[in-house]
């Protein structure tokens, strides 16, 4: 778990513009602002780059601001800190954690490692500095595939923490991975009934689907890819209608793209819910946006072993994906 300071508590006054305030505060600090395509509409706008996980590590690890602020989860932020250990991370919102990441708690999964000292572990990115540490090479749903496909085949492989993305990866690589059991909750709330009938709704759309989705939802798609692969698969698609199987938030850019698209959310199990929208993700707020910058806090702060041994297998996810 990584540990953070905490902005004062007492009742903030927020400027009439936030724009225009978090864009002077910006050149102020000499910050960049990292969005995921998650994130509420109005910071995807303010945001200097928006992405996917990949392309947010890569951004972080590219950029000469002196301060990064993060506008998505507790491990994108973490990853931008271990990769840049000298300058300060700023988290909007504290609590914005991740399911995925909270179902694979560190002290069980070096248990399940130790079962297996000649695997290799290849994790996904979405999990905490402490899993990072314990592995060989870190993925993202955009280079799983390409990562595992460039491992010797008789090296066997632990994967973690996520067994959709997992079970997608063994059948586009025919590889015998070995699975830790974790999910995302956004994901796993899709609905396969409700999909099925909202294409009869649309049927002239295409169904397209993040890999961390599970298979029955998956056998539907005509497209499975990372969410920026979805957001090229449509601009690049002459279809006019996409059923859009991930977080809902990416939509904003889909639709900013390409206006004359129409992009249907699908559907959660329970139809009266907003569970396909993520909890954590929709914490960070335009408003504690700005109080981030304005109190330079809460900061992400790692201890320096963990950052150090987490790493390691990040540069080599990068190294893997040039």
């Avoid at 102020?28 to 509409?41: E, K, R, T």
């Avoid at 951004?59 to 932020?77: D, L, N, P």
């Avoid at 995925?100 to 000649?118: G, V």
């Avoid at 974790?182 to 049927?203: N, R």
Wanted: charged content about 20%; hydrophobic content about 40%.
């Amino acid at each position: 778990m990584f540990t953070a300071t905490l902005p004062p508590q007492s009742a903030p006054k927020l400027p009439k513009d936030l724009f225009e305030a978090i864009q002077g505060l910006k050149q102020d600090l000499n910050a960049v602002i990292l969005a995921h395509y998650y994130q509420d509409p109005d910071i995807q706008d303010i945001a200097d780059y928006i992405g996917d996980s990949l392309g947010l590590s890569q951004q972080a690890a590219a950029t000469e601001a002196e301060v990064i602020v993060f506008a998505g989860v507790h491990f994108m932020a973490e990853t931008a800190k271990i990769l840049n250990p000298h300058k300060q991370v700023l988290l909007p919102d504290l609590n914005a954690g991740c399911s995925l990441a909270d179902s694979c708690p560190p002290e069980a999964f070096a248990r399940f490692k130790a079962a297996h000292p000649d695997h290799l572990v290849v994790s996904y990115i979405n999990c905490t500095a402490e899993i990072k540490a314990m592995s060989d090479i870190i993925c993202t749903s955009s280079n799983a595939v390409r990562i595992v496909q460039q491992i010797p085949e008789d090296q066997p492989i632990i994967f973690a923490p996520d067994r959709n993305l997992g079970r997608y990866v063994i059948e586009q690589t025919g590889r015998d991975l070995l699975l830790w059991e974790g999910s995302c909750i956004v994901h796993e709330t899709f609905s396969e009934k409700k999909l099925v009938q909202l294409q009869m709704d649309y049927p002239e759309a295409e169904i397209i689907a993040h890999p961390e989705c599970e298979t029955p939802v998956l056998n539907h798609a005509a497209y499975i890819g990372s969410t920026t692969a979805l957001l090229k698969y449509a601009e690049q698609s002459d279809r006019a209608q996409f059923i859009v199987v991930t977080e809902p938030g990416i939509i904003h850019q889909m639709q900013k793209r390409m206006p004359h698209k129409q992009f249907i959310p699908a559907p959660p199990t329970s139809g009266t819910c907003a569970c396909n929208e993520c909890p954590h993700m929709r914490l960070n707020t335009l408003e504690k946006l700005y109080l981030a910058m304005e109190h330079r806090q809460p900061e992400i702060i790692l201890p320096a072993e963990t950052a150090t041994a987490a790493l390691k297998p990040i540069q080599r996810m990068l190294e893997m994906s040039a």
